[in-house]
């Protein structure tokens, strides 16, 4: 072989290893800079089936699916605790925390204090309560002992119609605490969210339990995504969120948790 051939293979050789190199760093960064975002801290509190709820140890349900499909959307790598709802909010008020996520209602009174994704999921109240009791109403909970989880949407519609800090009111740190507390007779009802209702008396034919929803009592709640204000990561996240939904990524996650087609349409009035 002649210097002349030789230095021309080398050359194509030269070539072809450069545009090797060049698709496979375009392959390791990836579309959406995952490499150049930091790892987001996300609290929840896991006592909320099937939102959020552990089981065998790790915190999984229809939020924890739908943090996922977000956050690949999105390209940011995550870390999530279970750590109780009053340490939820206080982390994600401080800062401590980047975002929460746990079946959390958007209302103008959070607002003030922390930033909040559009609206991912639709939710009202239920009352459930012990069989024979004759509950028909959210009115008919004004003489009975009522349990509910404290600083939650719950607390504060029970409260409208007993009366702030009632003494017929007790308030637990989650949802399953004050349903246990209903099956063991400690309270007479318990109002909570609607889906957490229906998947109780579902999961608990022996308790003998009923529950009634009552749309002129309990209006229509919204969850959201939390953050603290002005925080540098809301815009990019929320962005995620429409995506999930709008590519009906959002849709087979709600269907495999509740086994029906949501209604997308609701989420953006």
Known sequence: MNKLIKG????????????????E???????????DKPTLSVVTEAGFMPFTYLDKGEVVGFDIDLLAAVMDE????????????DAML????????????????????????????????????????REGEGITSGEDIKDLK???QSGTTGAEAVEKILGKNHENISKYDSNTLALMSLQSGDVDAVVTDNVVADEYVANNPEANV????????????????MFPKDS????????ALQTVIDNGTYSEIYQEWFGAEPDTDVLTQ
């Open 146 to 148: 009522v349990g509910v």
């Open 74 to 85: 999105a390209g940011y790598d995550y870390q999530l605790e279970n750590v109780g709802w």
């Open 90 to 129: 206080l982390s994600v008020e401080k800062g401590e925390a980047d975002l929460a996520i746990a079946g959390i209602t958007v209302n103008d009174e959070r607002k003030e204090s922390y930033d909040f994704s559009s609206a991912y999921f639709e939710s009202t109240h239920k009352v459930v309560f």
């Open 210 to 225: 009923e529950m009634i929803t009552d749309p002129d009592t309990f209006e229509s709640e919204f969850y959201g995504i």
């Open 232 to 239: 540098d990561v809301k815009e990019d996240i929320n962005a």
């Open 25 to 35: 760093k375009e392959q390791s960064d990836g579309t959406n800079g995952s490499n």
């Open 8 to 23: 021309i293979m080398i050359l194509l050789l030269t070539v072809l290893v450069a545009c090797g190199t060049s698709d």
